[in-house]
């Protein structure tokens, strides 16, 4: 199993409408994307203040390394990017395989 987790620090710009537009376009892969096998959304609600301004993050799973690949260059992932460069000043991407 591949676990994707992306954290965004934000945009001061950033709007609440162009949050929603990320977060809607994300959810809907798991329909297009095979070997995508869930996605979950949300804001830091951690209370140890380390978040170093990274305030939203999704974390994806995948059945294996092979459909994270195949995952990356889709044209409905490639299609979202824009979304999120609207949305982030900056983006973490760690993936950790179990």
């Known amino acids: 199993m591949m676990t994707h987790i992306v954290l965004i620090k ?7 409408t162009a949050v929603e537009d990320l977060r809607q376009a994300l959810s809907g892969l798991q329909e ?3 070997g995508l096998t869930s996605f979950s959304w949300g804001a830091n609600v951690s209370p140890e203040g380390k978040a ?5 993050g999704f974390v994806m799973t995948f059945a294996n390394a092979a459909d994270r690949d195949a995952y990356l260059p889709h ?4 299609a979202v990017v824009p979304l ?3 949305v982030a000043d900056d983006v973490l991407v760690f993936d950790l395989e179990a």
Not at 75 to 78: E, I, L, R, T, Y
């Open 10 to 16: 934000p945009k001061a710009t950033a709007d609440a």
């Open 32 to 34: 297009v994307i095979p």
């Open 52 to 56: 170093q301004g990274y305030e939203l």
């Open 75 to 78: 044209p409905a992932h490639v």
């Open 84 to 86: 999120v460069r609207r």
